[in-house]
């Protein structure tokens, strides 16, 4: 397993550091990235979790990061298709472990399935993924470049 170290935090993109994304590793036998998320306050509701748009967005970053792993970054996926199912509350203030896998991937599809987890093992989210293989952008191709 490659650790996240092995990935340099300047590449990563501006939404990740928004979620409270880190990059723990990646499992290149099974094309598992493993993620760690810290539930921030301003990504909750009055109920004191996570609004269930947002849940989205953290599947969709260990989804996307398993396949830009398993192209050494040289490509991301396009979404076209996400289906989210939620199980539980990840609540404010948590650590939640993702878990992204690409499942197979071509030249003109990449499917992709991923999981939200409590540090015990509880799983609070699962979603899938058909996305379109892509180039990987840079910031400086988007504009993005700060």
Known sequence: MRSGDDWNSDQG????????????????ESSTATMRFKILPQMCTWRGGVQGGLVAGYLDDVMGYAYVMETSGEKAPLNFEISMQLLGLLPE??????????????RRVVFLEGELLTEEGQVLARATSTAIPTARPSPTETGMEG
């Not at 990740?16 to 723990?24: D, K």
């Not at 650590?95 to 197979?104: F, H, Y």
């Open 13 to 28: 993109s501006p939404h990740s550091a928004l979620l409270g994304s880190e990059l723990v590793g990646f499992d290149e």
């Open 93 to 106: 203030g948590a650590t939640i472990i993702g878990k992204g896998r690409v499942v197979r991937s071509g």
